[in-house]
T-cell receptor
């Protein structure tokens, strides 16, 4: 079956711009996680959705970051007023439910100039 | 506090050698889950194994084996007869299972394995 998909695969933007990153989880998976991976580091947790609600957003670095999952499937991570420090690979993962094995998408590589 | 340490930043071996990747974890929960993921140069994280804290049995899958020891808080990964296709960054991760935990993964910094022909 289809795995987790993420679009775009690459995004180049200018400092101060707004970006949206999309994640399409595995069909039937109710749990969805966003992570951020900087060069040479392991992924770091950003936010977790169970169904439509953000059950844990404790990993979001500041209020420029926001994510939604309005119908309990596709999720969008939104970053306002981007900064150069936001450059990283943004990974999405889904699992059947929380605490189950997470399967990752290919990531979106964001570069803020 | 929860933490995963992968002390080996980079390892280089010659094909057919055996190699062990170390992982040490910290958690206060009695219920937790441990994972290994592989990240090849293409970038996508590939799930390899999941272990829960109540199951200390070692596991073997083909050339891969995992050694879980609660006494030393370690979950090491061994590749037997390594191949060039094993070249990747390998991540160990922890997910806590206590009340209030949401299942998010805590990753180590990864070990970059290079297998040379």
């Amino acid at each position: 079956g289809a795995g987790v998909s993420q679009t775009p695969s690459n995004k180049v933007t200018e400092k101060g711009k707004y970006v949206e990153l999309r994640c399409d989880p595995i069909s039937g998976h109710t749990a969805l996680y966003w992570y951020r991976q900087s060069l040479g580091q392991g992924p770091e947790f950003l936010i977790y959705f169970q169904g439509t609600g953000a059950a844990d957003d404790s990993g979001l670095p500041n209020d420029r970051f926001f994510a939604v999952r309005p119908e309990g499937s596709v999720s969008t991570l939104k970053i306002q007023r981007t900064e150069r420090g936001d450059s990283a690979v943004y990974l999405c993962a889904s699992s059947l439910t929380f605490r189950e094995t997470q399967y990752f998408g290919p990531g979106t590589r964001l570069l803020v100039l | 506090a929860q933490k995963v340490t992968q002390a080996q930043t980079e390892i280089s071996v010659v094909e057919k050698e055996d190699v062990t990747l170390d992982c040490v974890y910290e958690t206060r929960d009695t219920t937790y889950y441990l994972f290994w993921y592989k990240q090849p140069p293409s970038g996508e994280l590939v799930f390899l194994i999941r272990r829960n804290s109540f199951d200390e049995q070692n596991e073997i899958s083909g050339r891969y084996s995992w050694n879980f020891q609660k006494s030393t808080s370690s979950f090491n990964f061994t590749i037997t007869a390594s191949q060039v296709v094993d070249s990747a960054v390998y991540f160990c991760a922890l997910s806590e299972g206590g009340r209030g935990s949401q299942g998010n993964l805590i990753f180590g910094k990864g070990t970059k394995l290079s297998v040379k022909p």
